[in-house]
């Protein structure tokens, strides 16, 4: 696998799936917004060629006609032509509803590696700490709460009142809520997408300290990818709660469903590469913006192996020429 032209081709990939979902920002119809992605995140794979198998995607063959788990994607093969082999994750439309209502923080993103580089996680959900890289080995799942926050601002040089932790907005978090509000740090809850938010928490300046509490797994495999390369910390255990979880856990030879992942054990590929492109305006990335003649996408771009933070800012031109030309910023 050749990371590095690789993790442009990928950021193709999301760029159209970004542009597809973006133009239908606010239209409070998240089916359609993820739909587009899909169909345009698929179609930007076919031009690439790898024999890409998704290892994470919109779900099962029967329930997700485009991108589902073991789906094959990559340019047709031609004789004589091995394209590498890559496991890929995806989440053509990470925060549907944020898009749909045109909040803050939707992103199309992918992750990928070679072959078994990246945990098969099921669809269940995963309770997860998320911070930086000042937070080496300091996170632990099995502390009390203002534990954690303690050790994060020790980490991080400050005190516990001048932490920010994000924590989705769910019924679920009411106690991690109410611990976080009693041990003193600021919160900010979002509706949706601890996925961009993990990111946020691993990079400086973008105002989080640490993401707190329950999520998708899928989505927490994602964030790993990118923390692999950020050097950020992460510890995650799946919330396997029912039979039919348990079940369907160890059918994915997972042997202890208990286990706590670090950032390594849910993103163990050698060369992993993380791309996401912004759909509507974010901490980290600027939305799609439309104009008359084009678009300009602004996008994230992660390698591990070469180990490089590339942000890309991409004027779409459309085919007509003339016009106003390309603005500079
Ligand atoms: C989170 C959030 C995602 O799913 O992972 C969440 O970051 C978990 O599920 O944006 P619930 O919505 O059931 O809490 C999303 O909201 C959607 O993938």
Redesign the pocket.
């Known amino acids: 696998m050749v990371e590095e032209s690789l993790a442009f081709e990928f950021v193709r990939v999301v760029e159209s799936a970004a542009l597809e979902s973006a133009r239908t920002m606010g239209q409070g119809d998240g089916e359609s917004a993820d739909r587009a992605a899909v169909q345009a995140m698929r179609a930007a794979f076919e031009q690439i060629p790898i024999r890409g198998t998704i290892v994470i995607g919109e779900g099962e063959r029967d329930q997700a006609p485009m991108l589902y788990i073991g789906e094959v994607v990559g340019a047709p093969a031609q004789p004589g032509f091995e394209y590498p082999a890559v496991d890929i994750a995806v989440?053509p439309l990470?925060?549907?509803?944020?898009c749909a209502t045109g909040a803050a923080n939707s992103i199309a993103v992918l992750a990928a590696s070679e072959p078994g580089g990246l945990l098969h996680a099921p669809d269940c959900?995963?309770e997860k700490i998320i911070a930086g890289p000042a937070c080496k080995d300091a996170l632990d799942l099995d502390a009390p709460v203002k534990y954690n926050l303690k050790a994060i601002a020790h980490c991080l040089d400050r005190q516990v009142k001048d932490l920010v932790i994000m924590v989705?907005d769910?019924p679920?978090h009411q106690e991690l809520i109410q611990q976080i509000r009693t041990a003193g740090a600021r919160i900010r809850l979002?509706?949706?997408?601890?996925?961009?938010?993990g990111i946020a928490a691993a990079v400086r300046g973008a105002g989080v300290h640490a993401v707190m509490g329950?999520?998708?797994a899928?989505?927490?495999v994602i964030t790993a990818a990118a923390l692999k390369c950020l050097h950020g910390e992460m510890v995650g255990r799946l919330v396997v709660n029912t039979p039919e979880l348990h079940e369907r856990v160890a059918s994915m030879g997972i042997r202890d469903p208990k286990k706590i992942y670090t950032v390594n054990d849910l993103a163990p590929g050698q060369q992993v590469i993380f791309a996401a492109c912004g759909v509507t305006d974010g901490a980290l990335l600027h939305g799609v913006r439309f104009w008359g003649e084009g678009a300009r996408t602004h996008s994230l771009v992660l390698t591990s192996a070469s180990r490089k933070v590339r942000f890309v800012d991409t004027v779409h031109m459309s085919k007509a020429p003339g016009g106003r030309g390309v603005r500079l910023y």
């Open positions: 989440d990470e925060g549907t509803n944020l959900y995963m989705l769910r679920r979002i509706g949706d997408g601890d996925l961009s938010a329950t999520g998708g899928p989505e927490g």
